[in-house]
């Protein structure tokens, strides 16, 4: 998920690289609690591509994670369909949030 798109040129296919410059992550603090969440405009729960589509330049997957004044939090993500479909989207996040509470190496189904 780290990667970028790259081609040498026109006549070359686009593909992956995995370039380790990583995933680039956002903390934002939203000023109202879950309750009252559905006054946040959901645009604003995560960080978009600045350009109308994803550039070769850019990252595959960008991630935002939004505190609430409850306590809670909610985790955007904008990725390049390239990468994975909601599917494997889903699964992705599983495993994150697995990981985010301590648990061991999560299990990848196949």
Not at 20 to 44: I, K, M, Q, R, T
Not at 61 to 74: A, P, R
């Amino acid at each position: 998920m780290a990667s970028r798109l790259t081609r040498a040129d026109e006549e070359e296919p686009t593909h992956i690289v995995c370039t380790g410059e990583g995933v680039p992550f956002v903390a934002a603090a939203a000023s109202c609690a879950l309750d009252n969440a559905g006054l946040l405009h959901l645009l604003d729960l995560a960080v978009r591509y600045p350009a109308e589509y994803c550039r070769l330049s850019d990252p595959l997957l960008l991630m935002q994670v939004t505190s609430l004044t409850c306590g809670g939090f909610v985790v955007g993500m904008t990725n390049n369909h390239v990468m994975a479909d909601a599917a494997g989207l889903a699964q992705f996040m599983q495993a994150i949030s697995k990981l985010a509470r301590g648990m061991p190496m999560p299990s990848i189904v196949h």
